[in-house]
């Protein structure tokens, strides 16, 4: 009965910021690795940040400085900003929660949502 619900996603101007939220049901996941994955128009899924139990956090390349990860165990859910937004941030953002942060990067196990768009215009 696990279920991963992204939330926050739309059209937003390029240099604008924006807030994504998951909210996860079924059972709870304070001892897991929360991350985003990304799927831009006609690319394959891209690792976007992930965050371990006690905090610890990792970007890829392509938001670094400009993306924050962050988590509520007590809400059961993540939230990704990411501020300074470029057309290429387009893509459907996918949530993600599996045993650790390498099993988030490579989408190798571990539970994912459905999705939610994110346009940015130029």
């Known amino acids: 009965q696990v279920q991963l619900v992204e939330s926050g996603g739309g059209l937003v101007q390029a240099g604008g910021s924006l807030r994504l939220s998951c909210a996860a049901s079924g059972r709870t996941f304070s001892t897991y690795a929360w991350g985003w994955i990304r799927q831009p128009p006609g690319k394959e899924r891209e690792f976007v940040a992930a965050i371990n139990w006690s905090g610890g956090s990792t970007y890829a390349d392509s938001v670094k400085g400009r993306g924050t990860i962050s988590r509520d165990n007590t809400k059961n859910t993540v939230n990704l900003q990411i501020n300074s937004l470029k057309p290429e941030d387009t893509a459907v953002y996918y949530c993600?929660?599996?045993?650790?942060?390498?099993?988030?990067?490579?989408?190798?196990?571990?539970?994912w949502g459905q999705g939610t768009q994110v346009t940015v215009s130029s």
């Open positions: 993600a929660v599996a045993s650790s942060i390498a099993s988030i990067r490579t989408m190798r196990e571990g539970y």
